[in-house]
């Protein structure tokens, strides 16, 4: 069976779920993003098992349509990128959840401006990846590499600081451990983007 203009709704379906899984790990730092402000954060595991869900559901869908239309070329390669941002989106759901737990340790932690705004621009970069994907646009895949410059070196910042000192506090430390998970996230939104300049075939 060779693929056609019916392998648009076939892809169209799985879009959908992966639409749904990148609102639920988008909202998920937007979430703990506005937790560290208040110096709280809700309780993501269940955003955590439902991007799992979505992510699996994805992976099935994606080889079903693989089976289904033995498609080659471009068509192949983007469900494969589909199959590896799903596990991205994941992953990014997954972090979002550890900051939630991080913040948690010490009830009523306010996190530095300067963290608050690694956890905006980890965001924006996700956000900036997923719309490269959907919309097949080099140049806002490109944009993310520039951010994730900016979030490594905050981290590599927080831990010199930390080394310089004889002893620092818990709030300092979690902070260090949430600007890792945040530099984390990041790398995952730079793997989508990098995902989006393959197919486009710019290697």
């Given amino acids: ?3 056609s203009q019916d392998t648009n709704e076939d892809i169209n379906h799985i879009e959908a779920n992966l639409m749904r899984l990148f609102k639920v790990a988008f909202e998920s730092l937007k979430t703990v993003e506005e937790g560290m402000n ?16 979505l ?8 080889l079903f349509f693989i089976a289904k239309w033995q498609p ?21 759901t997954r972090y979002a959840n550890e900051i939630a737990l991080t ?5 009523g932690m306010k996190t530095s401006e300067s963290t608050v705004e690694v956890a905006r621009r980890a965001g924006a970069m996700v956000s ?12 806002e895949a490109k944009k993310v590499d520039e951010l994730d410059e900016y979030i490594d070196k905050a981290y590599r910042e927080s831990l010199k600081i930390l080394a310089s ?10 902070e260090c451990i949430i600007l890792r998970q945040l530099e ?18 710019n290697f």
């Fill in 1 to 3: 069976m060779n693929p």
């Fill in 165 to 174: 000192k004889d002893e620092v506090s818990r709030e300092e430390a979690l």
């Fill in 38 to 53: 208040k110096g709280s954060a809700p309780d993501l595991s269940a955003n955590t098992a439902y991007a799992e869900h």
């Fill in 128 to 139: 900036s990846a997923f719309d490269a994907l959907m919309t097949k646009k080099k140049e």
């Fill in 184 to 201: 984390r996230v990041a790398d995952h939104a730079t793997y989508i983007a990098r995902e989006v300049l393959r197919v486009l075939g």
């Fill in 55 to 62: 992510k699996d559901t994805i992976y099935s869908e994606s």
């Fill in 72 to 92: 080659l070329g471009h068509e192949l390669l983007y469900i494969e990128s589909i199959i590896k941002v799903s596990y991205d989106l994941f992953r990014i």
């Fill in 103 to 107: 913040l948690a340790l010490v009830p």
